[in-house]
C-alpha cells in the first residue's frame, strides 16, 4: 500500500461526502436510526438498568442494521461517481433490492446473537432476585455478567467493522457467503495491519463530529431538558437528533467512501503480490 494512493483515496472520499445524493439518501437513515435509540432510550428511561442497557446495545444493534444497507447504496453510488458517471436515486435504488434485501438478513445475525446473550444475562438478573441466596449468586457468579457484557461489547465492534469491510464486497461485487468469507479472511490473513490502519481513518472523521455531537447533546440535557415522561423526552430528543443528524451525516457518507476506496486499494495490492 503505498502513500500515494492512500492520499488521494481519502481526498476523493472526502471530497464525494458532500454529494446531495448521497446525503439525501444517508440523512433519513441517520434520523431513523436516531428515532431507534430514542424510542429505546425512553423505554428505558423509568426501567431496570439492566433493561435500559439491553435496549440500548438492541438500538445500536438494529441500527447497524440499517446502517449496512445504507453504506451498500453509498458505495455503489461512489463507485459511479468516481467515475464521472451519474446514476439517478431511484435506479440506485431499484438495481439494488437483492442485495438490500440479501443485506438485511445478514445484519440480523448480530441482533440474534445479542439476543441470546440478553436472555442469559437475564437469568444471572433472576438469580440474584432469589430470596436468601441471591445475594451469595450475585458474588459467586459476578463473572457471568461481566464476560456477557464484554462479548456483547465486541459484538459492537465486529458490528461497526462489518460496516467497513462488508459493505464494499457486497456492493461492488455480489452477497455469495462463501466468497465473501474467504475474501474477509484473505484480506485479515495477509494485510491485517493494513486493514486496521484503513479502519481507524474512516471512522476519525465519526468520532471527531460524532464525539463534539454528543459533547453538546449531554449539555444540553444537563442545563435545558427537564422532561421525563416519555413522550416528552421521546419529541425534546427527537427535535435533537433532527440537527444532529444533519452534521453528522456527511461523515458517515465519508466513511462509506472510504470503504469503497480502501476497498479498491487492498484489491489492487492483491494484483500487485
Known sequence: MRWVDLEKAFTRAL???????????????????????????????????WMAMSLGFLAYLLSSGLLLTLGVLIIRLH??????????????????????????YLSIVPVLAYLFLWGCFGLFILLQKIPLLGNLFSILFAFGPFL???????????????????????????????????????LLDQKFLSCLVLFFIALFPIFLVGGLLCIAAALTQLSFIIETRFLGFAIEWFLIMV????????????FFNFAAESYQILQKVDKEL
Open 148 to 186: 456477557l457484557i464484554f462479548i456483547a461489547l465486541l459484538l459492537c465492534m465486529f458490528n461497526i467493522a462489518l460496516l467497513f469491510f462488508v459493505a464494499p464486497p457486497i456492493a461492488l461485487q455480489s452477497l455469495q457467503k462463501v466468497s465473501l468469507l474467504r475474501r474477509l479472511k484473505h
Open 243 to 254: 440537527p444532529f443528524s444533519a452534521i453528522l451525516s456527511p461523515a458517515v457518507v465519508f
Open 79 to 104: 463507485h459511479h461517481e468516481s467515475k464521472q458517471k451519474s446514476l439517478p436515486i431511484k435506479d440506485l435504488i431499484y438495481g439494488s433490492l437483492d442485495l438490500l434485501i440479501g443485506t438485511s
Open 15 to 49: 471530497l464525494l461526502s458532500i454529494s446531495k445524493k448521497k446525503l439525501l439518501l444517508a440523512f433519513p437513515a441517520i434520523v431513523l436510526c436516531s428515532l431507534v435509540a430514542i424510542v429505546c432510550g425512553a423505554l428505558g428511561l423509568h426501567a431496570s438498568e
